[in-house]
């Protein structure tokens, strides 16, 4: 019903910063909770952020606390992440997803294709 398209990755140094960005197109996200994971290789896929459908909450993983931001813009319906201080733990694939009661229940029905995100020391 919602498809996402994530961009924005690349490749960066430690402590430098990058913006991700996830276009939803077929229908608002004004109702979806959105957040990001990540997955490096060889690990599980891990939470990273997300946000209410308003923007109102948003909930962090903790060793992203304070470097990271999730942001949105119903208008133009897409959601994003900053990432400053880049650490190389930070390299992975980053997905954004949606659902309707994901901030809540942690079910998320939508998710992207991916962007990457490399971080060298």
């Known amino acids: 019903q919602v498809q996402l398209v994530e961009s924005g990755g690349g490749l960066v140094q430690a402590g430098d910063s990058l913006r991700l960005s996830c276009y939803a197109s077929?229908?608002?996200?004004?109702?979806?909770?959105m957040g990001w994971f990540r997955q490096a290789p060889g690990k599980e896929r891990e939470f990273v952020a997300a946000i209410t459908g308003s923007g109102s909450s948003t909930n962090y993983l903790d060793s992203v606390k304070g470097r990271f931001t999730i942001s949105r813009d119903n208008a133009k319906n897409t959601v994003y992440l900053q990432m400053n201080s880049l650490k190389p733990e930070g390299t992975a694939v980053y997905y954004c997803a949606g659902g309707r009661w994901a901030f809540i229940s942690d079910k998320y029905d939508n998710w992207g294709q991916g962007t990457q995100v490399t971080v060298s020391s």
């Open positions: 077929g229908r608002s996200i004004r109702s979806y909770a």
